[in-house]
């Protein structure tokens, strides 16, 4: 059967049973709303979020989560709390109960990141004037989505509690927020928009049939329509598909607009069979016969490029093809039952005629005419007309920024304004760059890579700051730069180097010229004090075993009183000279010790030693030197005099002096002997620092031995410590023309210790900017521009090339480098959003193309259909460029290009089927004489289609939502333009132009239209 023979049968079917036909809809849309909840509570339970789940941005956020301890955030609003007089104790107390409020509350709050838990955040969440702070807090439901949408809404309920501060005001504000106050208003504009199509649908249809009675045919038609293409979508988005905020109001706009033009399609041609004298029955019949093909082709097409959209990736194309499809096929039944059955009710009264004149009659016969005799210059005006308006479309811009396409007094909005007055520009909504790594991250190379790809990064153009873990409020530490600490080291060399000059060294000579006078006055000079030395040393092993000796001869005191009194008042003499040359020795020794405590003390407080090892051994020798000789060497010469002193003096017991001084004399040697070996290590591990280590390893081995000689040990200390005092001080010039050096920042001087990151300052570094397997490092990239705006987009990627190359030459070359963040969620969006719409375009062209072939049996007809429709969507979006970017400055937003594409191609083919198909019907009688006859009978008929279906979606501009004014404005202009430029000029001059050749490879449907003609 063919598509004629159907479509009769399928009149005849419905007007016998017309009655029954309409109880059928009304208990089916009874039984639907009763049984299957709203769409908008389907919505609201099933949304999904505007950029799915593997976009990189989004992985990413997840990643970074996980790595930081997150417990699932896939968002991050922020609460900001205000106060114009300053933030008082009152606001902060309200601060923490907010805070308290939202760790009580399990459900979607995944995590609050406050300053009272952790102050070391106060100074990057608290703004500089003291007035203005911000609260993140993590969310579980994704942006978007209605998880996210219910959480953003208790969030405020919490912020907004009871017994606020006087002036202090607290909005929620952020990504998750801007999308939820989007939704919000979308939503509150259905009503208002559906209205609105309604009135205007009303009164176009009364214009049009000047009777009530018709005009409530179309009505009832597309309200029917409209009922039960809501509930089966909010069926099948509970089990099939998914649906979004957007699906309302585009099925809405679509449901209106396709069921009223298929409606006026049958209504027309019921009038024009009526004209032509057949019953209303079979006018009906023979209505449905002509047009219904052409319909059903029309929903086809619709059906098809709306599946296209399901595969896409973003959301509100994907949620919305699906929605729109299955509406577009229940408003096709319903047009195709309810319209025939009301018209053969209405008919059989004599309520559905015809109008009594038409003007439009006579402007359409005039345009077939002027078509048919002119068509090179009719198609000439048409495509120049078309094309002036298509030039503006490359000049689009397309906006990512969700804020400006709602009111200005949304709460997100008003959040955003606040923090703007306190806060840089990206402040909450920034970007993060993520560096992973196989180790942790917390030593001195990989902490200098890290700076070395933030480093690059802030000298990007645009780039605000860039904060991490070496640089936490945005600047970098000037503790952790190469330069600040080989400067500090360098002046603390030269301090150590002067105070040896000035001081030390003086002393050390007095003491040499003190021992020089004191040799002199021993009579041998300082080889008499060296020959006493030795024999110190040899007279402390005698006296030590005297000592011994005469400890265990103590037991028989009555027989050795007499031998002991006499020792020991020899013993008293011997001791009283011994106790006066240890005394001098002591002193003396003092002077270097003090000496290297000075220079060891230096050393210790220098960063920079740490990086060299000669440096390092160098101040391990002279520690050890300085430990033995104060800690052993003194004392025990100290006590070793003292000692002997008392026993000269006869002011202790002598068991007791003898102890002591045995003690004491038994330390001295014991430091002596340690001594000795430090200084045998130091010298060996001074070879490298300078050609004077030679010196000190000789006289610490002469130390070791004895100290054979005072006068020439004290000359070779003070050369040795002159040497020292030279070497310092060329060490002191070396690193201070260092840092002179490393303060380039080309250099990169960067110089971060491990054991710095223990330092309590560095708290909010090591949490907040470091995993805590210190395996991850984030970056949080802020910027001078609109965070919304494309130059940030595109900055994003520059980000994440830079990082890279900064990385480059480093331990961590190779490391996996992301992004995410605002501007890179919307360069993902910009990405997936051109990826979606030629995707989307080439099914939906394809299918349309199919679907034109099949109906009109040909290949080249369908082939500059297609090309009109897309040189009129091309005009139509060159038309919303004009308008709403170059005249009223604002960008279209990136929904709109394939939204309206899917449509305008759609809906824009209809127009042109049924124009063609009436084209093909007259063609028997002529090809510019069939031209003309069609431009007639459908002239009145598809200008009121295409002007009704363009108020359905100009009727979006009465909401609150930019993006669908925008939408509603650019689909609205496209149907005007294809009704009365494209189906009025342009295709019906190329079908005059190409004759016969219209229906290419096609010939029987000639023969069977001129015998259907003949028999007319």
Not at 120 to 132: I, V
Request: proline share 3%.
């Amino acid at each position: 059967m063919d598509s004629g023979n159907f479509f009769s049968a399928w009149g005849r079917a419905v007007v016998r049973g017309r009655v029954l036909t309409l109880v059928a809809w009304i208990v089916v849309a009874g039984a639907l709303v009763a049984t299957v909840p709203s769409l908008e509570a389907v919505i609201a339970r099933a949304s999904q979020p505007v950029i799915p789940d593997d976009a990189v941005s989004v992985q990413t956020f997840k990643e970074m989560d996980t790595a930081f301890g997150g417990t699932g955030a896939q968002s991050v609003t922020f609460v900001v709390f205000v106060s114009p007089d300053g933030l008082g104790e009152a606001d902060r107390d309200y601060y923490r109960r907010v805070v308290r409020r939202l760790e009580r509350r399990g459900d979607g709050v995944t995590g609050v990141q406050d300053v009272t838990s952790r102050p070391e955040l106060a100074d990057t969440m608290t703004s500089e004037d003291g007035r203005a702070m911000y609260l993140p807090v993590g969310l579980a439901g994704g942006i978007g989505s209605p998880e996210a949408t219910d959480q953003v809404a208790q969030i405020r309920e919490l912020a907004a509690g009871p017994n606020r501060p006087a002036g202090l005001s607290t909005y929620v504000t952020g990504t998750p927020a801007t999308i939820a106050d989007l939704q919000t208003e979308a939503v509150s504009s259905v009503d208002r928009i559906t209205i609105v199509t309604l009135v205007g649908i009303a009164l176009i249809l009364l214009l049009m049939y000047r009777s009530m009675v018709t005009a409530a045919i179309a009505l009832i038609t597309i309200g029917i329509a409209l009922a039960v293409s809501r509930q089966v979508t909010a069926f099948f988005g509970l089990h099939v598909f998914d649906v979004s905020t957007f699906t309302s109001v585009f099925l809405t706009g679509v449901v209106l607009g396709a069921g009223t033009d298929f409606s006026i399609f049958l209504i027309g041609r019921y009038h024009e069979e009526r004209s032509a004298g057949r019953d209303p029955f079979e006018a009906v019949r023979v209505a449905t016969r002509r047009v219904g093909a052409v319909i059903a082709a029309s929903g086809g097409t619709t059906i098809a490029a709306s599946l296209a959209m399901t595969l896409a990736d973003l959301g509100i194309f994907r949620t919305s093809g699906p929605a729109i499809a299955i509406s577009v096929a229940v408003t096709l039944l319903t047009a195709l039952t309810v319209t025939p059955a009301l018209l053969a009710l209405a008919g059989a009264r004599g309520w559905a005629e015809a109008p009594a004149r038409s003007f439009s009659g006579r402007i359409w016969h005039g345009a077939g005419n002027l078509v048919a005799t002119r068509p090179v210059a009719v198609l000439t005006l048409g495509l120049l007309l078309l094309g002036s308006l298509a030039a503006f479309y490359p000049t689009m811009k397309v906006s990512f920024d969700e804020r400006a396409v709602q009111p200005a007094d949304t709460d997100s909005n008003v959040g955003y304004r606040a923090l703007a007055q306190h806060f840089p520009a990206s402040e909450i909504l920034q970007d993060f760059v993520l560096i992973k790594a196989d180790r942790d991250l917390r030593n001195p190379r990989d902490l200098a890579a890290l700076e070395q790809a933030a480093a690059s990064v802030a000298r990007i153009e645009g780039v605000h700051s860039v904060r991490g873990v070496t640089r936490p409020t945005g600047s970098p530490l000037d503790e952790a730069s190469l330069g600040h600490q080989t400067g500090e080291v360098g002046r603390q060399l030269g301090s150590a180097a002067a105070e040896l000059e000035a001081g030390d060294t003086e002393r050390l000579t007095d003491g040499a010229a003190t021992v020089a006078v004191g040799a002199g006055d021993l009579a041998g000079g300082a080889t008499l004090v060296a020959e006493g030395t030795r024999q110190a040393a040899d007279a402390i092993d005698r006296f030590l075993a005297g000592i011994e000796e005469g400890r265990s001869g103590l037991g028989d005191a009555i027989a050795g009183a007499e031998t002991a009194g006499s020792g020991s008042a020899e013993l008293a003499d011997g001791a009283a000279q011994l106790a006066d040359a240890l005394t001098l020795a002591h002193d003396q020794t003092k002077v270097a010790v003090d000496g290297l405590g000075t220079a060891h003390q230096a050393l210790s407080r220098s960063l920079g030693c740490g990086l060299d090892p000669v440096c390092v051994a160098a101040r391990d020798g002279i520690a050890e030197i300085h430990v033995a000789q104060r800690d052993q060497l003194l004392p025990g010469l100290l006590r070793a005099a003292t000692a002997a002193r008392q026993i000269a003096d006869g002011n202790t017991a002598l068991a007791e002096g003898l102890s002591d001084l045995a003690d004491g004399l038994r330390d001295a040697r014991a430091g002596v002997a340690a001594l000795a070996a430090a200084h045998q290590e130091f010298g060996g591990r001074l070879d490298e620092l300078a050609d004077g280590a030679a010196a000190v390893a000789d006289g610490a081995d002469e130390l070791a031995d004895g100290a054979a000689a005072v006068s020439d040990g004290t000359g070779d200390l003070v050369v040795a410590t002159q040497e020292i005092t030279d070497g310092l001080r060329q060490a002191a010039d070396f690193l201070l023309d260092t840092s002179r050096t490393a303060r380039d920042p080309a250099i990169g001087g960067f110089h971060l210790p491990a054991a710095a990151l223990d330092d309590p300052r560095m708290a909010l570094a090591l949490g907040f900017y470091l995993s805590d397997d210190g395996r991850t490092a984030r970056l949080i990239v802020l910027s001078d521009t609109d965070p919304f705006g494309p130059e940030a987009m595109a900055r994003s990627g520059q980000i994440r090339d830079t990082a890279e190359t900064a990385l480059r030459g480093t331990r961590l070359e190779g490391a996996p480098v992301a992004m995410t963040g605002t501007a890179s969620a919307n360069a993902d969006l910009d990405r997936l959003a051109a990826r979606d719409f030629w995707l989307v375009a080439g099914v939906a062209l394809t299918a349309v193309w199919l679907i034109l072939m099949m109906l009109l049996r040909s290949v080249v007809a369908p082939a500059y259909l297609l090309a009109s429709v897309v040189i009129s969507y091309a005009a139509a979006m060159g038309l919303s460029v004009l308008v709403w970017q170059h005249l009223l400055g604002h960008p279209l937003e990136w929904s709109v290009p394939a939204i309206a594409f899917v449509i305008l191609i759609a809906v824009g083919a209809d127009y042109n089927m049924l124009l063609v198909s009436r084209i093909r019907e007259e063609f028997p009688a002529g090809a510019r004489l069939g031209v003309a006859r069609a431009v007639t009978a459908t002239g009145g008929m598809i200008t009121s289609a295409g002007v009704i279906f363009a108020v359905s979606f100009l009727a979006m501009m009465t909401g609150s939502v930019t993006t669908l004014a925008q939408i509603g404005f650019t689909i609205g202009a496209g149907l005007l333009l294809d009704t009365l430029v494209v189906r009025t000029l342009v295709v019906p001059s190329i079908a005059a132009l190409l004759g016969r050749w219209n229906w290419w490879p096609s010939r029987s449907a000639f023969t069977a239209n001129r015998t259907e003609a003949l028999a007319r």
